[in-house]
């Protein structure tokens, strides 16, 4: 399949374990942030949002944690699987416009 | 499966050149955007349309254009072609009334400038 080849930091996990990626956010104004999961030969899909004003927010084996003070965002994996193995980008979002700006981007790789 | 489709899934051309990157996006969705996802830049904005109105506009080179036709599907051309055009284009999808930040994906139009 297609694979965009970007230059990203890679996570290796053991399958069964927990993963944690992280990011960090520049726009203090914005509204949502929303995590993004991009298999090869994909476009990204949407996993997870939390609003600005929450801390934390709870999907099926996922969570988002969002720490304004240090302006930083957090992605969870409960019991990674292997179809987890994919880039995992953050993005900011303004609701008056819903344009996303995304970041760079974190390769997760899950060991059998 | 998204919903949104785009059409060519590949395409290879000469520096100089002009193309077209069809979408369409998902039924009922009045939104479309524009990204451009290249090795060494991520995922970066373009351009939005809704209900056939420019609405935002990104990173978008003034050799870059875009339309949203009545039908809703949306066109990017992309003419006199530099080897720095090398990318995928990502079309994506929203509802007026649907989750901030959530887009709907098409699987991106591959573009190879030689």
């Known amino acids: 399949g297609e694979s965009v080849g970007l230059h990203l930091p890679t996570l290796s996990v053991q399958e069964g374990d927990n993963s944690i990626i992280n990011c960090a956010y520049s726009?203090?104004?914005?509204?949502?942030f929303i995590w993004y999961k991009q298999e090869s030969g994909k476009g990204p899909q949407f996993i997870i949002d939390i609003r600005s004003n929450m801390d934390k927010r709870q999907g099926q084996r996922v969570t988002v944690l969002l720490n304004k003070t240090v302006k930083h965002l957090s992605l969870q994996i409960a019991a990674t699987q292997p179809g987890d193995s994919a880039v995992y980008f953050c993005?900011?979002?303004?609701?008056?416009?819903?344009?996303?700006?995304f970041g760079g981007g974190t390769r997760l790789m899950v060991k059998p | 499966d998204s919903g949104v489709t785009q059409t060519p899934k590949h395409l290879i051309t000469a520096t100089g050149q002009r193309v077209t990157l069809r979408c369409s996006p998902r039924s009922g969705d009045l939104s479309v955007y524009w990204y451009q996802q290249s090795l060494d830049q991520g995922l970066q904005f373009l351009i939005q349309?809704?209900?056939?109105?420019?609405?935002a506009k990104g990173n978008i080179l003034e050799r870059f254009s875009a339309q949203q036709f009545p039908d809703l599907h949306s066109e990017l051309n992309l003419s006199s072609l530099e080897l720095g055009d090398s990318a995928l284009y990502f079309c994506?999808?929203?509802?007026?009334?649907?989750?901030?930040?959530?887009?709907?994906f098409g699987e991106g139009s591959r573009l190879t400038v030689l």
């Open positions: 726009n203090s104004a914005s509204d949502y």
């Open positions: 994506a999808s929203s509802s007026v009334g649907g989750a901030s930040g959530e887009l709907f």
């Open positions: 993005a900011e979002n303004m609701v008056a416009g819903n344009m996303l700006t």
């Open positions: 349309y809704y209900n056939g109105e420019e609405r």
